[in-house]
């Protein structure tokens, strides 16, 4: 989704918009991730409310550190590099286990400005629901760096070499993460009485 | 190819890190497997149900606006800027004072006459003047301060032994103390050690070691320095005793 400011710009170009300080092309380079972000953050933690203060603060962080930036990788993914320090800092301090579990339901709670999955699905899709909301349970159960490695590639489509790069791990270990995660996904829907294999429509 | 060396290429196909060889190989063997070809569909059906979850995932209203909110407030005109130099100003003349009653004291406690009262900067102007026209003037400057003390019955220019300030960490090591400012809300939920530990992972910097309340980190040049130097000054109070370029080690303790 990028937007005027930012359209046909090279990496090189946008990198030099970006460290000029041109505030119109941070906005809107804020605009074409902030919703990977914020997703990131929001499955990496479990908390709607922390997922928005963090996305807050790695854009911060951005920002500041943006002039030192020297191209050593994608500038998206040095962004995700942020927002996974970020989240990771965040668990720490707040011990993960208890911020999933007290918080597990927030993510599906209304009332707030926007809350994720509370458009009416099709009737006929009720089914997918079944499987979707026992998927966001497993994925939960998840430890962290698996869910980390999951998010990453199937949602915002990194490469393994990339997921390495941001999460500071070496590619050896990022591929047998991912395949121990898919593994524990699949025994997790299993184990909730929805096996995978039939088709999604 | 057994069935376990074909669960680990199946994931390396459905992510498109296998190469036409590795590709053609796992083919044959779904071919002939029904079991890993069933892995296969129960994979790509997971991978369907993660698009959909995120697909999902709505930015909340107002969340763009909060970030450029931010983004202004931290490009606002830099009162920070000057406070900053305010502050780095006082340190060094904190730091020259300190390296010019430490040189009195070790030299065996002979206070200085009246040129001494003047302390190094004027020596130095003098001294310079002084010195022989082909010296670079850095050199005199070093010579003049180390050799001409003697001469006048005056030491307090000589520089303070870095031992004596830093026995704590070394002679390869700086030190700071950091109070962290809890108005700084961009790391309100980060320790002061993890604040900087995630500063170091972003910047290229070297965390050495690190204790409950305490940091060791190291850089490479002048810009890692200084770009930790400026994170520092930016979330609290500093206290920095700079012993120049060739020390590349801050072991910084969090008040």
Redesign the interface.
Known sequence: MKTAAVEGLSEAMLLERLQA?D?DV??EW??TH??GI??YC?RLTGS?EDA??L???V???A???IH?FRQ?SQLST?LY??AH??CV??L???KKAKVLSIQAHEEERPG??????T?PLPEQRAV?RE??DA??EC?KTLSRNHRAV?IL???RHL??QEIADVM?LPLGTV?SH??RA?QH??DC?TGKGV??????G | MDCSEA??RL??WL?D?LDEKERRELRAHLAECGECA??L???K??????????A?????????R???E??DR??APAKGGARRWTRWAASAAAVLLLGVCVGVLWRGGVWPGPMGKSAAPYEMEQDQAAAPMEAPAAEAEASDAMGKADDRGVNAEEPAPPEENFAITGENTMEATWTVDPQGG?HR???GV??I??FC????LTVLETGDTWIMVQWENG?GKQ?LLD?LE?NGELVFEDRGPDIQTLRINIQ
């Open positions: 300080g505030k941070f906005s804020v605009l902030q919703r914020y997703g929001l709607q928005e203060d996305t807050q603060e854009f911060i962080r920002y500041r550190g030192r050593q040095w590099q942020i320090n970020a800092d965040h720490r301090r707040v707030r400005e926007m809350v994720t999955d458009q997918h499987n979707i998927l966001r994925l999951t590639r199937h949602m490469s393994y500071k591929k991912i395949c898919r996904l699949r829907m096996p995978l294999g039939k088709e999604v | 669960e680990e994931h390396l992510d890190e069933r892995k569909a129960e994979y059906q997971l991978g369907a149900l993660l698009d959909q979850i995120d999902r995932t709505v930015v909340p209203a107002g969340l763009h909060r970030i450029m931010a983004v931290e490009s961009d939920y980060q320790s993890s604040a530990e995630s992972a972003e910047n290229g810009d770009a994170f930016e």
